[in-house]
């Protein structure tokens, strides 16, 4: 596709149950990131990850949260049990690192709008 | 980790040229400067780069001072459609394999434009 996509736009979950949100980076985008925004506020960073490395878990917030990236496509984030204060836009961005000196430009989609009840 | 500082909001009338200022202190040798436009209900959208001086494309400029310890985006003759929250992101774009770079965004700058 043209650009990142996110699926599902909306979800509405109840509290305690687990929920996965899926990502579709650029084709041959290496790099991918998952963020949180909280209702006006900045965002959020979770994970990312880089071709084959190991992912940057260092921004999951706890260990209710896990991601996982199929080669250098498709990328689906699981919050287990959910909790009321997971309600949130998930964020994904890709971007291209053909080189070292390179413009890391991160191209976002449109975001998974989690409501917990 | 290179934090930054913005104002929370801005008001402009139409027409004007804004000027939203980001601070970064510890800026790291390697980090370069962008700037990230988001409206809502929407993900960010790429704006510009910076690594020093003074960069222009279509929609903005960027200016950076010699020490890079701040960093100030350019918008001329706003327009109701550019407000938006414009952030600042401070980090190395050179990343390499096996090592990843936590990013942070901060809160942003709300920009409101007048008419």
């Known amino acids: 596709g043209a650009g990142v996509s996110q699926s599902p736009s909306n979800k509405v979950t109840e509290k305690g149950k687990d929920v996965e949100l899926r990502c579709d980076p650029i084709?041959?985008?290496?790099?991918l990131y998952w963020y949180r925004q909280r209702l006006g506020q900045g965002l959020e960073f979770l994970i990312y990850f880089q071709g084959n490395s190991a992912p940057d878990k260092s921004g999951l917030p706890s260990d209710r949260f896990s991601a996982e990236r199929t080669g250098e496509s498709v990328s689906t984030l699981t919050i287990q049990r959910t909790q009321q204060e997971d309600s949130a836009v998930y964020l994904c961005a890709s971007s291209a690192v053909p080189g070292s000196l390179a413009k890391n430009i991160q191209y976002f989609g449109a975001g998974t709008r989690l409501s917990v009840l | 980790l290179a934090k930054t500082t913005q104002p929370i909001s801005m008001d402009s009338y139409e027409g004007q040229e804004v000027n939203i200022t980001c601070s970064h202190n510890n800026i790291a040798t390697n980090d370069y400067i962008t700037w990230y436009q988001q409206f809502p209900s929407q993900g960010p959208r790429f704006i510009i780069q910076g690594y020093k001086t003074k960069v222009t494309n279509e929609v903005a400029s960027l200016f950076i001072p010699a020490d890079r310890k701040s960093s100030t985006l350019s918008l001329p003759r706003v327009s109701l459609s550019d407000t938006a929250v414009y952030y600042c992101l401070v980090g190395d774009t050179a990343v390499s394999s096996g090592s990843a770079r936590q990013l942070t965004f901060g809160s942003g700058t709300q920009l409101t434009v007048l008419p």
């Open positions: 084709s041959g985008h290496t790099a």
